[in-house]
């Protein structure tokens, strides 16, 4: 399967997983709305660490694989076109290209650092309050 065929489906799985809704000027359906009230925007420290891992050893190398593939093919037509307009064309082309992909790798390895962060930060606050509220004297243990 090449890049484009693998990168449609990626993107058709990933849209088949979105819930889209809108609801204006109206009461929540159930009590308790508000923002985090969908059932869609949960997410657990183990799917957090599994995206995370995804970036890391398939998005970034795939990306890494794609990019050279696109350099050394640009690389070829340059060197096939010296002396024409058209190889000073092909050569902006790949420095803008280049540029756009570390920007976009920066970003993937910003979001896997965000996603192992917030593991281990709502981790962390979750039970730190565990033992906060487990620390209170109360009556009902006894029971």
């Known amino acids: 399967m090449g890049f484009d065929e ?6 058709d799985e990933a849209a088949s997983r979105q819930e889209t809704s809108m609801r204006l000027n ?3 359906a159930e009590p308790g709305g508000g923002a985090g009230g969908g059932k869609g925007l949960v997410s657990t420290p183990t799917e957090k660490r599994a995206a995370a891992n995804t970036i890391e ?8 694989k794609a990019t050279d593939w696109a350099d050394e ?12 307009e058209t190889a000073a064309g ?3 082309v ?3 290209w ?3 992909v570390k920007t976009l790798t920066a ?3 910003r979001e896997k650092g965000a996603l192992r962060a917030t593991v281990t930060t709502l981790t962390g606050v979750d039970v730190g309050r565990g033992q906060a509220i487990a620390s209170i004297p109360s009556n009902l243990s006894k029971y």
């Not at 693998?6 to 993107?11: F, G, N, Y």
């Not at 037509?77 to 002396?83: N, Y």
């Open 6 to 11: 693998e990168w449609a489906q990626l993107r």
């Open 26 to 28: 109206q009461l929540p």
């Open 57 to 64: 050893t398939v998005i970034v190398p795939d990306t890494k």
């Open 73 to 84: 093919a640009t690389a070829g037509a340059v060197g096939a076109l010296k002396g024409w």
């Open 90 to 92: 092909l050569k902006t």
């Open 94 to 96: 790949q420095t803008t």
């Open 98 to 100: 280049e540029k756009q």
């Open 107 to 109: 970003r993937l390895n």
